[in-house]
């Protein structure tokens, strides 16, 4: 069996997640035109490296190195491919994960830095079985953000909250040979900004969206290289919901609401190696692959324009900040070595964070991971190793930490 691994990932609406890189100086805050009409869109875009640790600790890399449900978050194909270790004609794994982050100063590379900080929430759990050739996979990922920074430095306190629900359902393929994988996906999702005044929270705008996505994986045959591809189609949705309070589009409680939400599309290409005793697209008849080894792996990903599409952040401030006027790419690089053969990993990359948003430019980000073995635990005939992973994410006016109790793999 292949062993089951838990990580931190964040697959739901990554443009919610707000994070502070400790001494970094906070941007000046710039005038934006307010909100006058709903004639507008929210751009769900996240440049960010959001994901598994394995994920941040490289740089955002994932495409080439993707396996399993934590995988398929990434790319549908990984919903049928199993670790080296696994046997037998059928398999399973999962993953069960929290984001954990203290509050930030610029999440969205907005260039405005002038709130106390942000409350925010970001898990996502996932399933997958795998019988001859065939995989089939489901994920869950949530997220939240509040909007006006009250949740982080006022407890209770009046509030406005962003709330994104994303599920994916895959079902993916390889050939006889392992060389080639390919999958399938339908990504559903719900958005929501609601407001929370004396502790009563109420929905003031909620929409449903749904939309496709292909990926494949290639395998260098007894060799060390994997090639990954994914293609995802917008999901957008403008069939909103108001509160029932008398609430329209142009005027709930205050706020002039966006007639549209979209995460938009992307394309995406990444290339993994692996340098170790043994070749890596090779099965191994052991519970685990413990030799010295390195990974290094590179992705390219290309995020798609939104049609009058605006920033999250701008809108808690009912301004229009515009975001998706053209399209992005950024580069990511890292990797992974097993530096104690069964007891300890270390991670490190690099990638950058296209200028998305009108005003600011991109920036850079680095990244470092660590994942060690703690101890073995034996269920019925499978044998496990607990481990312990921490993983950080800086840049200008940005950091992300996470942590991770899961099983070595």
Known sequence: MCRRRGTWLAAAAAALVSTWAAGASPARAQAHPPVTDPDYAIDLYSGAALGGLRLVGMGGAALGTAEGSAGTLVNPAAAAVRATTSDGWWDWDFHLDWLVAVPGQDFDNSGVADREGYANRLETYGLAGMMRGWGVAATVSSAGVDLTGAGAAGGG?????????????????????EQWTVGLGLRVGTFEIAERRARVRTTLLSLDGAGLEVGG??????????????????????????????????DCRGYILPSRVEVPWQLAAGVAWRWAPTRWNQHIPLDFRDEPAWLLAADVVVTGAVADGHGLEAFGRQELQRSGNHAVVSVRAGAEHEWIPGRLRVRAGSYWEPGRLAGPGGRLHGTLGVEAAMFGLKVWRWFYRVRLSLTADVAARYGNGGISVGFWH
């Open 217 to 250: 994986l290639w395998r260098q045959p007894r060799g060390d290289w994997r090639v990954g591809v994914t293609a995802s189609l917008p999901i957008s949705g403008s069939d909103v919901a108001v509160a029932d309070d008398g609430c329209t589009l142009e």
């Open 157 to 177: 306190d009046d509030a406005l909250e962003a709330r994104a629900l994303r599920g994916k359902v895959a079902v993916a393929r390889q050939s006889a040979d």
